[in-house]
Structures are given as structure tokens and as C-alpha cells.
């Protein structure tokens, strides 16, 4: 597949697109979408990557994302029972038995354009957008969103309510990542490019976005992102959510505080039992 075709064919478009006449356009548009969905869907097209153990984001990937938008046309799109009222160049994703993904009855959906990779398990209701990247043997339980251009690794245990949020716009920011082997607990939610680092814990309720100060209890550092890196939660760490005092007069007067993940500790043996998935479900 001719990726750096089809990225240099995005590039060009999107340059020109206020302009939205399809004839005015050097490449045939249709074509182009459909060899960057079938990208998407393979994951041989990835809104990030990782190079030398960083992770770099494909900025061309979002272009793509929002041409499709751009061009589409709203229509009403009939899927059983259901109707659904969307452009026509963004639908559902196609999946078949091959592709060994287990998706349980009771109105999941997952947007065409996104990786799911095989052994993935889909509990009812969740969703996934365009543009997502969910590595193979990962579970996305009820009620949990994986937002557009998220990035996830193997392994991934995404429990309950837990939101991992999506961005598009503006076109340079960067995407969530939860590297292998994370767990996200229940209603904890990763929002505005933070980095989940491998084999790390992120207790339920735990609420990172960019902004966010994490304090280390370990090694008494404060982590947090800045203009140059993202807020980056390190290997193994084990997060879960406390509270830093409110140093104000008036803020002591009341005896208030603000919530604040701590890392209590880093993953050990006791810790890995704990968390451990059943090969069984899979």
C-alpha cells in the first residue's frame, strides 16, 4: 500500500478544501478515501506512532480524518433496527468472524476508520471512534468510549465508564496513548494527549488531562506536562486519586482541597495478581 501517496494526496487536498468542488480536485477523491479507510481499518495508517520510544503524531492522519467530514453528505443509514443519520464517507465498521473480535449483543458501535485488533473484547454498550488504534487481546468493558485517534496497546483492560477522550481539532494536538499491558479502572477517564505508559495502573475515578499534576510519592517528583511534552504517566506506576490541601487563608479556613493523583507505588508482584486477566475470556 502506497502510504506516502496517499498521505501526499491528504496534504494536497486539504490545502485547497474551502474550495469544495469536487472537480476542482487533482485526485479522485473517492479513491483516495476509500485506500485511506482500508489504511485505517488494517492499521497500516496510524493517527501515532512510536519511533525510538517516542511517540509521534501523524498529523496528515487527522487531515484525512476531516476531509472526511468535509466531503461527506448526510444520509440515512439503516443497520438493522437501528437508523442512524451520518455523512456518507463515515459509516460503521465492517466485521466479520475472521477477524476473531467478540462484540456481545446490546448496541455497541464502532466507526469505520479504526483498528480493532484480534482477541479484542467489546462489552455492551461501548463505543469506538474513527481513527482509534486498539491493539490486539485488549477489553473495552460497558459504557467505556475510546475517542477519535486514541491509541491502544495490547492487553489493555478498559473498565467500566471509562472514557478515553478523542481529539481532532485543533489539527497539532496530540492523541491519548495507553501503551501494553495497562489497566484503566472503572470511570477514570484520559483525556488531551496524556501518555499511559506500559504495565502501569490507573486506579478508578482517576481523572488526567493535560493540566493535570501528578505527585509521585516514590520518588517525591511532580509530574506534569509542558509546552514541549505531554503529561506522561511512567511504567508501572500506580495511580489513584487523593487530595492536596488548598493553602489559601481562606481555603484553610474551610478546610478545603482539590483532587490529585498520587502514584502510591510501582507495580509488583502483589499487584499483578490482582490485576491479572484471565487468558479464559479470551
Not at 474551502?18 to 476542482?24: F, I, K, Q, R
Not at 486506579?203 to 506522561?232: A, C, H, M, Q, R
Request: net charge neutral; with cysteine; hydrophobic share 40%.
Amino acid at each position: 500500500m502506497e502510504v506516502d501517496k496517499i498521505k501526499e494526496n491528504i496534504e494536497k487536498t486539504f490545502d485547497i478544501w474551502p474550495n469544495n468542488s469536487l472537480s476542482n480536485f487533482p485526485v479522485n477523491i473517492q479513491e483516495l478515501f476509500n485506500k485511506f479507510l482500508f489504511g485505517l481499518n488494517t492499521g497500516i495508517i496510524r493517527a501515532a506512532e512510536k519511533m525510538d520510544d517516542k511517540w509521534i503524531t501523524n498529523l496528515w492522519v487527522k487531515k484525512g480524518i476531516l476531509l472526511l467530514f468535509r466531503f461527506g453528505t448526510l444520509i440515512e443509514i439503516k443497520n438493522n433496527n437501528f437508523t442512524f443519520f451520518e455523512k456518507n464517507t463515515i459509516g460503521l465498521k465492517k466485521i466479520t468472524l475472521n477477524d476473531e473480535v467478540r462484540i456481545v449483543p446490546g448496541g455497541s458501535f464502532i466507526r469505520d476508520g479504526s483498528f480493532i485488533g484480534k482477541g479484542v473484547i467489546c462489552m455492551s454498550p461501548m463505543y469506538v471512534n474513527i481513527g482509534a488504534y486498539i491493539d490486539n487481546s485488549s477489553l473495552i468493558d460497558s459504557n467505556a468510549l475510546v475517542g477519535t485517534c486514541a491509541q491502544i496497546g495490547k492487553n489493555v483492560h478498559i473498565s467500566a465508564g471509562t472514557q478515553i477522550g478523542g481529539v481532532l481539532e485543533p489539527i497539532g494536538a496530540n492523541p491519548v496513548i495507553v501503551e501494553d499491558n495497562v489497566l484503566l479502572g472503572g470511570s477514570s477517564g484520559i483525556y488531551e494527549g496524556v501518555i499511559i505508559k506500559q504495565n502501569a495502573v490507573i486506579s478508578s475515578g482517576v481523572i488526567l488531562n493535560s493540566s493535570t499534576k501528578v505527585y509521585d510519592l516514590v520518588y517525591n517528583e511532580i509530574i506534569e506536562s509542558n509546552e514541549n511534552n505531554p503529561l506522561i504517566i511512567p511504567e508501572n506506576a500506580v495511580v489513584v486519586q487523593g487530595t492536596r490541601g488548598i493553602k489559601s487563608e481562606w481555603g484553610i479556613a474551610n478546610n478545603l482541597s482539590i483532587s490529585t493523583p498520587l502514584i502510591i507505588k510501582y507495580r509488583d508482584n502483589k499487584t499483578n495478581y490482582k490485576i491479572k486477566l484471565e487468558k479464559e475470556i479470551r
